[in-house]
């Protein structure tokens, strides 16, 4: 267990780390890294490509079709060793091996591209650090600090180690991507409690961090995963995964099919065996053809195309992400972020631009709104909600900001973006210049520094001395309001200095004290004319009788784009919930403008969370949309707590901090800019663009993904439960009465070609489908509901009409209209016309399967509406009419082709049967969704 760092005195540190000021010795650092190993983030062993390929062949319908290709290969080696041609022997073979590599390899390739996307986002950090060694200041690698080396640490280092502070001037460190809290962390030396937050441990520093302002120096107290940062990363990586909803529903789905294929195969095999047993046959064939009844019927129950239709819908889903700046890290992911009903979001970067900006100006007893977001020098002065042009009054407001300042605001033109160098709070101030046309370098051309009074936390103030162009000395000061203003005896109003009475104080401080419960973080700004003849520039001196300006508020407020996102989340139904290690006031404020925190709603800290017991917390967690001084643990028992109630969570972040919770929700979603490596690496989807409207699309997409796979899933069971029904009846009727009679209407082959090739273009095209104009204004479904909710009545009303229309086609052209009596008139069977006008009957129920399968997969293309109430929109998806087409063409020129009609026992059909057969196929075009979808038939998931 680690010490308590923070509650020791420094010397006591030292002597528990055998350490000095002076800096370990080199040998010792040796010894130390043998003892404690590198300071770097152990990293998980990832996953190799071949890896990544072999996991594809895990999915239960892919085993499913495993087992019917070897079934297959076993038959057609049987039949080539008895005079059969490889083609037509090992056809099925063939055919269902190629769909399984196709979803292998789609998967794969989708997988292993987003790897290294990832990859492609690594940043080092802190790869270089600062150390006293033997007495001297020296550079070395950041990975070779140990426990006991003296940091040295200016403004711009990152910090490379957890370290306890023995010197401090002005530090001030950015620990964001920590604790989550935007403001820089003013540091001191001070002894604090045992039981102190890290987020309040001010006499600390942590690892991945860095300095925004100021010096000091610090012993470094733990390396590695031993740091505040490695402790997060080894609770990411010791995490279970678990399966996305739809993987679950696949599983769940899947499972039952392969019950169910297992249980009727060996009922049809029993039945058909014992028919060869009865009459007294043990020939091989007999066997044979048993179970390749059994086979055609697994392969007729198996959906063989869902694995490669869900693996394409969600692959073009991926890419249609990546046109949207987000990554998909895992294919199934992509769908599950339509199902999303809880979007936990930490605050700091990803609902706000993780940059401190001036929104409010007080001067002169007036309120003035300042618009614009982050660190772009654009936007404008508003004063009752009208646009107004900065006086001379306002003008030296921003400017005393400006130059009473050491940060500086630099356009990078490789990210198009602005950055601030140094501390974000300054940098509002910087901007806020800017905006008025106020530019910094331009100012300190004009108005020179010639003195300093730095700001200290005693002091709370700061105070710059400046020449004029006039050749004048002023002073300008900024501070905490309450502070600034105890020096200052005279108002400027209206461009005149007034005398500054206790009544002008009060309101001051009563305006003060209400911008701060707005979690404005609120800076006074005052000046004074110093007499020339001042040389010596102290704080007695040149901080008394000063001129007070007025206030300037800041905050980092939301992404403008993230508070139109909410209000669409809000629309469809998805709660919104804010995590931060930010105080509770700024968090509140923030969730109020963004939309997440209305009247009603629980806000909880951390403290708060922590006399919880789960049960307490499960019975309130619905109704709390904001978290505020929370750590990576309470985030993951927030996720925990929503998923147990049945939610499905998306949990998004940027900072090492949020990477447990990103883990553990249903879908993490990670930033790509500003994010850590940890967290990309816990993630299952990455924004490129660190934006929080980029959810909201993914959400979109998501959903339309799912509504094309349930379009599939319709297609595929109304279609493949008539070939189930057909050759079970078939199957048991030719078992009692003879195989002769009643042979099966359909064939292997001709199933293979039905389900893969007939639907599987269609079926693509269905992925492709354009969303419905609800999809993001209904609610997010129940995570229990499953893929084939609703759908019942249709499947039921699709495969009854289809098989009654191949069982009229078949027993026409077997049984009442045969091309070849035979049938003789003693009863017995002319051999050869009977195998003429099966070939004629099957081929006329494989056509009549097939087309109605075309027709009617025209109305599996919405829940609502027909294609008949579609009007011009049924043909919008140029991509699905010409595979409907295509399947048309193709299905009907395979009846036409030699070579084919040999593979698939097939022949061709006269003009006559094959307009009657199209005739009875079109009934596909009148199973109405409107009438038939949404009622509840069965319970089935």
Same mark, same amino acid.
């Given at each position: 267990m680690?010490k308590?760092?923070?509650s020791?005195v420094?010397?006591?540190?030292?002597?528990e780390l055998?350490?000095?000021r002076?800096g370990?010795?080199?040998?010792?650092?040796?010894?130390?890294?043998?003892?404690y190993? /590198?300071?770097e983030i152990?990293?998980?062993?990832?996953?190799t490509?071949?890896?990544?390929?072999?996991?594809?062949?895990?999915d239960?319908f892919?085993?499913?079709?495993?087992?019917a290709?070897?079934f297959s290969?076993i038959?057609? /080696?049987?039949?080539?060793l008895?005079?059969g041609?490889?083609?037509?022997?090992?056809?099925?073979?063939?055919?269902?091996g190629?769909i399984?590599?196709l979803?292998a390899?789609?998967g794969?390739?989708?997988?292993?591209?987003?790897?290294k996307a990832i990859? *492609?986002?690594?940043?080092?950090?802190?790869?270089k650090?600062?150390?006293i060694?033997?007495?001297?200041?020296?550079i070395?690698p950041?990975?070779?600090?140990?426990?006991g080396d003296?940091?040295?640490?200016?403004e711009?280092d990152s910090?490379?180690?957890?370290?306890?502070l023995i010197?401090?001037v002005?530090?001030?460190?950015?620990?964001a991507?920590?604790?989550?809290?935007?403001?820089?962390?003013?540091?001191? !030396?001070a002894v604090l409690?045992?039981?102190?937050?890290?987020?309040?441990?001010?006499?600390?520093?942590f690892?991945?961090?860095?300095?925004v302002y100021?010096r000091g120096?610090?012993v470094?107290v733990?390396t590695?995963m031993?740091?505040e940062?490695?402790?997060?990363?080894?609770?990411v990586?010791t995490?279970?995964e678990?399966e996305?909803?739809?993987?679950?529903?696949?599983?769940r789905f899947?499972?039952?099919i392969a019950k169910?294929?297992?249980?009727?195969?060996?009922?049809?095999f029993?039945?058909?065996?014992f028919e060869?047993?009865?009459?007294m046959?043990f020939?091989p064939e007999?066997?044979?053809?048993?179970?390749m009844?059994?086979i055609?019927?697994?392969i007729?129950?198996v959906?063989e195309?869902?694995p490669a239709?869900v693996t394409?819908?969600?692959a073009?889903?991926a890419?249609?992400f990546?046109?949207?700046?987000?990554?998909?890290?895992?294919?199934?992911?992509?769908?599950?972020?339509?199902?999303v009903?809880?979007?936990?979001?930490?605050k700091?970067?990803?609902i706000?631009r993780?940059?401190?900006?001036?929104?409010?100006?007080?001067?002169?007893?007036k309120?003035?709104?300042v618009?614009g977001?982050? /660190?772009e020098?654009?936007?404008?002065?508003r004063k009752?909600?009208e646009?107004?042009?900065?006086?001379?009054?306002?003008?030296?407001l921003?400017?005393i900001g400006a130059?009473?300042?050491?940060?500086?605001?630099?356009?990078?033109?490789e990210?198009?973006?602005?950055?601030?160098f140094g501390?974000?709070?300054?940098?509002?101030?910087?901007v806020?210049?800017?905006k *008025?046309?106020?530019e910094?370098?331009?100012?300190?051309k004009?108005?020179p520094r010639?003195?300093e009074?730095?700001?200290?936390s005693?002091r709370?103030?700061m105070t710059?001395?400046h020449k004029?162009?006039?050749?004048d000395?002023?002073a300008?000061?900024?501070?905490?309001p309450?502070? =600034?203003?105890?020096?200052c005896?005279?108002?400027?109003e209206?461009?005149?200095?007034?005398k500054?009475?206790?009544?002008?104080?009060?309101e001051i %401080?009563?305006?003060?004290?209400?911008l701060?419960?707005k979690?404005l973080?609120?800076l006074?700004m005052?000046?004074?004319k110093?007499?020339?003849?001042?040389t010596k520039?102290?704080a007695?001196?040149?901080?008394?009788?000063?001129v007070?300006?007025?206030?300037q508020?800041m905050?980092?407020?939301?992404?403008?784009?993230a508070?139109?996102?909410?209000?669409?989340?809000?629309?469809a139904?998805?709660?919104?919930?804010?995590?931060?290690?930010?105080h509770?006031l700024t968090? =509140?404020?923030?969730?109020?403008?963004?939309?997440?925190?209305k009247e009603?709603d629980?806000v909880l800290t951390?403290?708060e969370?922590?006399? !919880?017991?789960?049960?307490e917390?499960?019975?309130?967690v619905?109704?709390v949309?904001v978290?505020a001084?929370?750590?990576?643990e309470?985030?993951?028992?927030?996720?925990?707590?929503l998923k147990?109630k049945?939610?499905?969570? *998306?949990?998004?972040?940027?900072?090492v901090?949020?990477a447990?919770?990103?883990?553990?929700?249903? =879908?993490g979603v990670?930033?790509?800019?500003s994010?850590t490596?940890v967290t990309?690496e816990?993630a299952d989807?990455?924004?490129?663009d660190?934006?929080?409207a980029?959810?909201?699309k993914a959400?979109e997409?998501?959903?339309?993904?799912?509504?094309?796979?349930?379009?599939?899933?319709?297609?595929l069971?109304?279609c493949?439960?008539?070939?189930l029904?057909?050759?079970g009846?078939?199957a048991v009727?030719?078992?009692i009465?003879?195989?002769e %009679?009643?042979? !099966?209407?359909?064939l292997?082959?001709m199933?293979?070609?039905?389900?893969l090739?007939?639907?599987?273009?269609p079926?693509? *095209?269905l992925?492709?489908?354009p969303?419905?104009?609800?999809?993001?204004?209904?609610?997010?479904?129940?995570?229990?509901e499953?893929?084939l909710h609703?759908?019942?009545?249709?499947?039921?009303?699709?495969?009854?009409l289809?098989?009654?229309?191949t069982f009229?086609?078949?027993c !026409?052209?077997?049984?009442v209209w045969p091309?070849?009596?035979?049938?003789?008139p003693d009863?017995?069977?002319?051999?050869?016309?009977r195998?003429?006008?099966y070939?004629?009957a099957?081929t006329?129920?494989?056509?009549?399967?097939a087309?109605?399968e075309l027709?009617?997969?025209?109305n599996c293309r919405?829940?609502?509406?027909?294609v008949w109430r579609m009007?011009?929109?049924?043909?919008?998806?140029?991509f699905?009419?010409?595979a409907?087409?295509?399947s048309?063409?193709l299905t009907?020129?395979?009846?036409?082709?030699?070579?084919?009609q040999?593979?698939?026992?097939?022949?061709?059909?006269s003009i006559t049967?094959?307009?009657?057969v199209?005739?009875v196929?079109?009934?596909?075009l009148?199973?109405?969704p409107?009438f %038939?979808m949404?009622?509840k038939?069965w319970k089935w998931?």
């Open positions: 680690s308590p760092w923070h020791m420094e010397d006591e540190i030292l002597r055998s350490s000095r002076e370990l010795s080199s040998q010792e650092a040796i010894e130390r890294l043998r003892k190993g /590198y300071n152990t990293k998980v062993k990832r996953r490509a071949l890896q990544m390929f072999l996991d594809e062949f895990r239960i892919i085993l499913l079709l495993i087992a290709t070897v290969a038959i057609g /080696y049987w039949e080539m008895h005079g041609e490889f083609m037509e022997s090992f056809a099925d073979t063939i055919t269902i190629a399984i590599l979803c390899v789609t794969f390739v989708q997988e292993y591209r987003a790897e990859e *492609a986002l690594k940043k080092l950090a802190a790869p650090a600062r150390v060694r033997d007495g001297k200041e020296m070395i950041a990975k070779e600090v140990v426990p003296i940091l040295v640490l200016e711009g910090i490379p180690a957890d370290a306890r010197e401090v002005e530090l001030k460190t950015n620990e991507i920590l604790t989550g809290e935007s403001v820089p962390v003013n540091k001191e !030396l409690p045992e039981d102190t937050h890290v987020s309040e441990r001010k006499n600390m520093v690892s991945a961090t860095h300095v100021g120096k610090a470094a733990a590695g031993n740091t940062f490695g402790k997060i990363a080894g609770m990586q995490a279970e678990e996305t909803p739809l993987q679950r529903k696949l599983d899947a499972s039952k169910i294929v297992i249980a009727v195969c060996v009922i049809i029993a039945l058909e065996a060869v047993i009865m009459q046959q020939e007999g066997f044979i053809q048993a179970f009844s059994s055609a019927l697994a007729s129950a959906p195309g869902l239709i394409i819908a969600l073009l889903g890419r249609e990546a046109k949207h700046n987000a990554i998909v890290r895992k294919l199934s992911a992509a769908e599950s972020l339509g199902s009903t809880v979007i936990c979001s930490d700091t970067g990803t706000t993780g940059e401190m900006t001036v929104r409010t100006l007080y001067l002169a007893g309120l003035v709104e618009t977001v982050g /660190y020098p654009k936007g404008e002065f009752g909600g646009a107004v042009n900065p006086e001379a009054d306002m003008k030296l921003l400017q130059l009473c300042n050491n940060a500086s605001l630099r356009r990078n033109d990210r198009n973006a602005w950055e601030i501390d974000p709070t300054e940098g509002a101030l910087v806020a210049a800017a *008025a046309g106020l910094k370098g331009e100012l300190e004009n108005f010639v003195g009074i730095p700001f200290t005693e709370k103030r710059t001395i004029t162009p006039e050749g000395i002023v300008y000061m900024k501070g905490a309450e502070v =600034v203003l105890e020096r005896n005279k108002i400027l209206d461009g005149k200095e007034k500054l009475t206790d009544e002008k104080k009060k %401080l009563r305006i003060n004290e209400e701060a419960g979690a973080r609120l006074g005052a000046y004074r110093l007499p020339i003849v001042i520039y102290d007695d001196i040149v901080e008394k009788d000063m007070f300006v007025g206030l508020g905050i980092d407020p939301p992404r403008e784009e508070i139109e996102a909410n209000k669409l989340c809000q629309k139904g998805i709660k919104t919930v804010m995590i931060t290690g930010d509770k968090a =509140v404020a923030v969730a109020k403008e963004v939309g997440i925190f009603g629980v951390g403290e969370l922590d006399k !919880l017991n789960d049960k917390f499960e019975g309130i619905e109704k949309t978290y001084r929370v750590s990576p309470h985030k993951l028992r927030i996720v925990n707590a147990k049945g939610h499905i969570v *998306a949990m998004t972040g940027d900072g901090n949020d447990p919770a990103v883990k553990a929700a249903d =879908v990670a930033m790509g800019i994010g490596d990309r816990a989807l990455v924004l490129t660190d934006n929080f980029t959810i909201v959400v997409q998501g959903r339309v993904i799912y509504d094309n796979i349930r379009k599939y899933a319709r297609f069971l109304a493949n439960f008539d070939e029904l057909v050759i009846t078939f009727l030719g078992g009465f003879g195989s %009679l009643f042979p !099966l209407p359909l292997p082959a199933i293979l070609w039905i389900n090739v007939t639907d599987g273009a079926a693509v *095209a992925a492709t489908d969303p419905d104009v609800d999809v993001m204004s209904r609610p997010p479904r129940r995570p229990e499953g893929i609703g759908m019942g009545a249709f499947i039921i009303a699709s495969f009854l289809q098989a009654a229309g009229l086609v078949f !026409l052209e077997y049984y091309s070849h009596p035979w049938m003789l009863g017995t069977i002319d051999e050869v016309a195998r003429l006008t070939r004629e099957t006329t129920a494989f056509v009549q399967a087309m109605f027709f009617v997969v025209w919405s829940e609502k509406r027909s009007g011009r929109k049924a043909f919008k998806n140029k699905f009419v010409i409907d087409i295509a048309i063409a009907l020129g395979i009846t036409c082709i030699p070579t084919t040999q593979l698939f026992h097939l022949t061709s059909l049967d094959l307009a009657y199209m005739a196929a079109s009934w596909g009148f199973v109405f409107e %038939l949404g009622r038939v998931r």
